[in-house]
C-alpha cells in the first residue's frame, strides 16, 4: 500500500550547509525572562521543549550590548557570563538534534533612561521620540528622547554586532540572525519616518540601507555568510517606524544582500487582510523571496493551511511560527497529525514567571 506524501510543512529543505528535516520555524520571541540580561536555567528547558530532529529554531531578540536593550530581562551576548548562560541552553537545543540560530539585536530608540547604561539617553538614527504605545498585555509603554548617533559613533555600534556574532558562535549556536525588523536600530536607519538624517546614512535608498550592510558585511566576515540571517520587516507601521515605499525599500535592500553571501532572509508579511470574515495572509513577499539568492522564510499569521499552502506553491522555503510555537511545543507534530491546538494566553507572553506562560503548555502526548 503507497504510503501518503508528507504535507509540505513536514518536507525535508537543503539550507546552505544545513540538512532541515522540515520546515516550520521557531520565530523570535522575546519572553523577558533573562533575569538580568543572563540567559537562565529555565531557558533551556523551553527551548527543548520545542526542538525536534532537523528542526531550525531562532533564538529571542539577544542585545548586542549594554546600550542595545529596549526590555526588562531580555538576554544579551555581549560578556562572558551571558555566553556561559547561553552555552546549556544551546546544547539542550542540539541534544534533541535541532539547528540554533541566535538573534543579534540593538532596540535603538525603542528604550528608555532605566534601561540605558548610567541612564543615558538610547541612541538611535533620529532624535525624534517614540510615542507612547499600548503593549499586547494592555501596559501603556513610555519611551525617553533618543540621542541621534554622530556618522563617527556607527562603526562602534556595527563592530558591537560583529562582536556579539563572534560570541554567539563561541556559546555554540549555529548562526546568527541579524534582527533588522520591527522598529528596532537597523530599521530606524532603513525606513525615511525615523531617519531624518542628511549625511551619508540618510535620505536615498542607498544611505538608508548603508548601516544595515555595514553591519551585515561585518557579522559575515566575523563569522561567514554562511551562517547569517537577517530579519526584514518592511510592511510594519510599528514603534512610528514605517516607510513611505517599503516595496522598493525592501528590494533595493535583498538585492544587495546577495553580495554578501548570506544563508537566509527572514521577512515579515504585511498585517492580515479579512475576506469574507476569515483572515487571511496577503502573500505580498514574493517579488523578494525571487530576488533572494538563498533560502527564504516567511512569517506572519500562517496556520497549518496557509503554510503548505505556501511551501506547496513555491511563495516561501520556510515558514516561522511565533504564537502558535509558543502554545503548542509539539507544533510539527501537531502540524503532521492534524491535531488540535492549544491557546496561547497573551497575558503571561512576558511575565518573568519561569513555568507559567513558559514550559507549561501541554504536548500532545
Given at each position: 500500500m503507497e504510503s501518503t506524501p508528507a504535507p509540505p510543512l513536514l518536507t525535508p529543505h537543503k539550507m546552505g550547509q544545513f540538512d532541515l528535516a522540515h520546515r516550520v520555524v521557531l520565530a523570535p520571541l522575546t519572553r523577558q525572562r533573562s533575569y538580568g540580561n543572563v540567559p537562565q536555567a529555565h531557558a533551556a528547558v523551553y527551548y527543548a521543549q520545542r526542538a525536534t530532529k532537523g528542526g531550525l529554531l531562532i533564538a529571542e531578540a539577544t542585545g548586542v550590548s549594554d546600550t542595545a536593550q529596549g526590555c526588562k530581562d531580555a538576554p544579551g551576548v555581549w560578556t562572558e557570563e551571558q555566553v556561559d548562560g547561553w552555552k546549556p541552553v544551546v546544547d539542550a537545543v542540539h541534544a534533541k538534534g535541532a539547528l540554533f540560530f541566535c538573534q543579534i539585536w540593538h532596540a535603538g530608540r525603542v528604550s528608555n533612561y532605566k534601561l540605558q547604561p548610567n541612564g543615558q539617553a538610547p541612541i538611535s538614527s533620529t532624535d525624534k521620540q517614540v510615542s507612547p504605545?499600548?503593549?499586547?498585555?494592555?501596559?501603556?509603554?513610555?519611551?525617553?528622547p533618543p540621542r541621534r548617533l554622530a556618522k563617527d559613533e556607527i562603526p562602534n555600534v556595527v563592530n558591537d554586532f560583529r562582536e556579539a556574532a563572534r560570541n554567539a558562535i563561541a556559546a555554540g549556536f549555529d548562526g546568527v540572525e541579524i534582527h533588522g525588523a520591527y522598529s528596532y536600530l537597523i530599521e530606524q536607519f532603513l525606513k525615511d519616518?525615523?531617519?531624518?538624517?542628511?549625511?551619508?546614512?540618510?535620505?536615498?535608498?542607498?544611505?538608508r540601507c548603508r548601516f544595515a550592510l555595514e553591519v551585515v558585511g561585518a557579522v559575515v566576515e566575523e563569522v561567514g555568510g554562511h551562517r547569517v540571517g537577517i530579519r526584514l520587516s518592511p510592511f510594519t507601521?510599528?514603534?512610528d517606524c514605517h516607510d513611505s515605499d517599503p516595496q522598493a525599500l525592501a528590494l533595493h535592500?535583498?538585492?544587495?544582500?546577495?553580495?554578501?553571501g548570506i544563508l537566509y532572509c527572514h521577512m515579515i508579511e504585511p498585517r492580515m487582510a479579512h475576506v469574507d470574515g476569515r483572515r487571511q495572509v496577503p502573500h505580498r513577499l514574493l517579488p523578494f523571496r525571487e530576488a533572494f539568492n538563498g533560502t527564504f522564510i516567511a512569517n506572519g499569521g500562517y496556520d497549518r493551511e496557509e503554510g503548505n499552502k505556501v511551501i506547496g506553491e513555491g511563495y516561501t522555503d520556510l515558514v516561522a511560527y511565533g504564537r502558535l510555537f509558543l502554545a503548542n511545543p509539539d507544533l510539527p507534530r501537531r502540524f503532521e497529525l492534524s491535531a488540535p491546538l492549544?491557546?496561547?494566553?497573551?497575558?503571561?507572553?512576558?511575565?518573568p514567571d519561569p513555568v507559567v506562560g513558559y514550559t507549561d503548555y501541554p504536548f500532545l502526548d
Open positions: 504605545q499600548m503593549s499586547a498585555d494592555g501596559r501603556l509603554e513610555e519611551f525617553s519616518s525615523a531617519n531624518d538624517r542628511t549625511d551619508e546614512y540618510g535620505g536615498s535608498l542607498k544611505n507601521d510599528y514603534m535592500l535583498v538585492k544587495k544582500l546577495n553580495d554578501y492549544n491557546d496561547y494566553d497573551r497575558m503571561t507572553f512576558y511575565t
